[in-house]
């Protein structure tokens, strides 16, 4: 999952990086409106966390900013939006979720709590109601992060295991290997040029062959159905 943390507070945004990333997500910290944008227009972001006071402007700027760009490319207009904010106003609280807002928390805050509603954000936007994910013969749970095939526990790694629900979470459009890596890295990660076919080799070899297919000079996908 890539999350862009928009944080001034060189403090709490490094925090929010060492949390994150501990939960396996790929972060990336910026801390003004200008340079969020920037980044929005660049990569896809699974979730983004928004601080309201940045020096260069409200966060809700931002946040009108982004739902009401035309749905064509980057950004996306629907991208979620977790505020991470010491405003704890009922009225700021308000204003906020009815500006475009996908839930609101008041710094400080529990970090497995932040990280569980993070999680709750990714699901429904993957159109998932709940942290189990039934994909053909396979089982896999995101929050408790395991997957079993015909009911038999396998063991991945953390970057096979995002390398799966990414694939899994897309099916069965095709991903190819740089939306992949977008979706695991943040920016300042140097990546082996061969990293995503290291992890999709590795995969096939816990999972089967038939989970995970190729299409050629394009990318990859996991068939809705795995007899086609």
């Known amino acids: 999952m890539r999350v862009l ?17 501990q ?6 910290i910026v801390s003004t409106i200008a340079s969020a944008w920037s ?10 966390l928004l601080d309201l006071g940045l020096p ?10 982004l739902r009401t760009t035309p749905k064509k490319g980057l950004p996306n207009p629907a991208t979620p939006v977790l505020i991470l904010t010491a405003r704890e106003e009922v009225t700021s609280r308000v204003t906020t979720l009815d500006a475009g807002a996908d839930d609101y928390i008041i710094k400080p805050c529990n970090t497995e709590e932040l990280a569980a509603r993070i999680r709750a954000l990714h ?25 079993h095939r015909s009911g038999k526990a396998v063991e991945l790694s953390a970057r096979e295991f995002a390398v799966l629900i990414a ?29 995503i076919e290291v992890h ?9 062959d038939t989970v995970i297919r190729t299409m ?13």
């Open 56 to 65: 260069d402007g409200d966060g809700r700027e931002l946040l009108h900013q």
């Open 216 to 228: 050629k000079g394009v990318g990859y996908f996991v068939p809705n159905d795995p007899s086609s």
């Open 39 to 48: 980044a929005l227009q660049t990569e896809a972001f699974d979730i983004v």
């Open 200 to 208: 999709i080799h590795r995969l096939r070899r816990k999972l089967g």
């Open 23 to 28: 939960q396996q997500m790929a972060v990336d």
């Open 123 to 147: 699901r429904r936007s993957a159109g998932r109601v709940n942290s189990t994910i039934y994909c053909n013969e396979l089982e896999i749970d995101t929050a408790a992060r395991t997957v």
């Open 5 to 21: 943390v928009i944080e001034d507070n060189e403090g709490i945004a490094q925090g929010l990086r060492t949390t994150l990333r």
């Open 167 to 195: 694939l899994v979470d897309s099916r069965p459009r095709v991903l190819s290997r740089t939306q992949i890596e977008a979706k695991l890295y943040n920016f300042d990660q140097i990546l082996d040029s061969n990293a």
